[in-house]
DNA sequence: TCTTGCGGAATGAACGTTCCGTCAAAGGTA
DNA sequence: TACCTTTGACGGAACGTTCATTCCGCAAGA
């Protein structure tokens, strides 16, 4: 019967995503993953044509559940302070709460493939900005409330202190509780807000 | 004669900077990297022990000069603001013009001994915290002008956006002009310091 | 002649991928 | 129901490649 395990194929995903987050992708030998699937080393190569396309399947769902993740329970009524604030403690919380995807995707942005990725989103997002839930608040409106600076920019100032503070957290530098979330994403939102004085 | 040629070393620093930040440390094999110093590849191992500890005295020499392109020119008479945007301006400066340094230390920290390594220097700064020109700012007096956060946040804050972008920069996605990084820096310092009003 | 740095061929290990024998289950036949 | 045949998923041995590292003969200086 030509059929596809999907448990099977779950099992392998589950495996590539703890081995590859680990080891990182140059340590987690084919063999090994199939071992930790419970499946053949042959097996992995009728889910997947070759460790290449794992990986890229591995990241389309990961990234996935993270943008889900991103925007659960944001509310567009809400000020644009007060749904930015949310959009970096969703995004803040998701990270931290799932070690193995954080390091999944910090990997997979710092290789080749990565950067050919974020190429290609750049150019999507040229066209259609509004997928993007903080493209929205930087553009919607919010014009008086935000700096006029180019967007990369902004992007740069808004995630750039949550991956540096998630990166010491992954090591053991840091704890991250609530509090200090909730600190990271006013320190944020300074950073991009329109200030009213001096 | 028992030598060393310091040249020979230089040429083969010079050429692992170069292909170890364009392919990785794992797609530049060191038969390529004695070809590009012109070197053979048995001499590279007269010169470094083995691939891991050549990476390592990089890093050492790398970070060195990084070291230095920080606190170049920065005035400790000035105010904790004017000091602050320097040491972020010398910051990106130095590691955009140094585009296979800035690789070379993204890499290596998200790598294996990476992580090691930047759990050591935590431990020694807590020892000597005033080594670093960032620490200093951040307590010498300046408690009143910068945000009362434990030190990693005020860290995330400060090198979070610095690095973002200039990953964006090396991607080809931004161009990173003066205006932009002055523009980032103020970003940075509305991240950290205390504000007086609302 | 003796020493010693040097280069590159040789070595061995690790890995991604392929290939093939095995086996369980589906389906056909009586 | 009982038996035989066919199918294709499966695992892992085997293959070929790539690479870090070693080893050895050579050549240049003392």
Known sequence: MPSIDENKRKAILKAALELFSEY??????????????????????????????????????????????????????HSTRKQFLHLIINLTCFLKDHPHEFKFLEQYYHSPFGIEKKRE?????????RQNPFMKLFFEGSRKEIKSLPVPLLHALAFGPVLFLLRDAMAGLVKLDEAMIIQLADGCWDAIRNRVDS
């Open 24 to 77: 990182g992708f140059h340590n987690a030998p084919m063999a090994r993953l199939a071992d930790q699937a419970n499946v053949g080393v042959g097996s992995v190569y009728r889910y997947f044509k070759d460790k290449n396309t794992l990986i890229e399947t591995l990241y389309e769902e990961v990234d996935e559940a993270l943008q889900m993740a991103i925007i659960d329970g944001v509310d567009p009524t």
């Open 121 to 129: 989103k750049l150019l999507l997002e040229k066209i259609s900005d």
